[in-house]
């Protein structure tokens, strides 16, 4: 059974995605197919405010993206040595949230200690956050631009300072439609599609509306997360799953659950 996953390929040890990995297990065929570009913003201020730790609680990591605009952002302003010598001892003395073991690993890479990494979306992580004692200084929060504004609003209800910082700004990835026409025509409708994110849903589904025609209204849609299924129920989008956390094992077992039914438990 084929399944179409709009993301991003990323390697694990094996050399394979680990989505792909997962959902061969239960014997669905998954094509990954990236929907999302990303520009870099305001690196020169983002390394600046990296190299004055005491001015800042802690770090907030959401995505992966924003930990890589922290490590460009050294790269390119030639402070790399200085964060392996200093700066990154400074801010594990502090505390680095994150969202997700995807983002948590990338944090673990350039050398600093994660936590709140079990908490699945913001939502959870900002729970987290609030029910750890908080600093009078800010966490710094590096994001993109279309960031969500529950993490926010849930800080700042509880008192807790926050600096967001745009580092990274999405933009609709330039193979989407031929790599989706290409997919169609090889492969046929898939059983079930998974959005990634709200981006992800707003800059695809014109054009799978299209090539699945008539049949749109057999395929399954699938969240990654909460933010992913509002934005596709606003889209009047039935929503046959959302995985409980953004992880291979959730996603897999949640599509699983859609397609087979019969053999879940």
């Not at 040595?81 to 700066?87: A, D, H, T, V």
Request: overall charge negative.
């Amino acid at each position: 059974m084929k399944v179409l996953l709009l993301k991003d390929a990323k390697d694990d040890d094996s050399g394979q995605d680990p989505y792909i990995q997962e959902l061969g297990l239960y014997g669905l065929e998954a094509t990954l197919i990236p929907v999302l570009s990303f520009e870099f913003l305001s690196l020169p201020s983002l390394s600046e405010k990296l190299s004055h730790p005491e001015g800042f609680g802690g770090l907030i990591f959401t995505s992966p993206r924003a930990v890589e605009a922290v490590k460009l952002s050294l790269e390119q302003d030639n402070k790399t040595e200085e964060w392996e010598k200093s700066l990154k001892n400074k801010w594990n003395a502090k505390s680095v949230y994150v969202v997700g073991n995807a983002t948590a690993c990338l944090v673990n890479k350039i050398g600093l200690d994660a936590e709140g990494a079990h908490s699945g979306n913001a939502e959870k992580l900002a729970e987290y956050i609030c029910s750890r004692p908080s600093s009078a200084l800010p966490l710094l929060f590096p994001c993109g631009t279309i960031k969500g504004d529950t993490l926010p609003k849930m800080l700042k209800d509880k008192g807790i300072p926050m600096e967001s910082m745009h580092v990274y700004q999405t933009v609709p990835h330039p193979g989407i439609q031929g790599n989706l026409e290409s997919f169609y025509e090889n492969q046929g409708i898939p059983a079930s599609i998974t959005f990634f994110s709200p981006s992800g849903l707003k800059y695809s589904l014109e054009y799978i509306q299209v090539l699945s025609g008539d049949s749109f209204d057999q395929i399954k849609f699938v969240a990654i997360g909460p933010s992913t299924t509002r934005a596709m129920a606003a889209k009047g989008l039935p929503v046959s799953c959302t995985a409980e956390s953004p992880t291979p094992q959730a996603l897999a077992a949640g599509i699983r659950k859609v397609l087979q039914p019969n053999t879940c438990c």
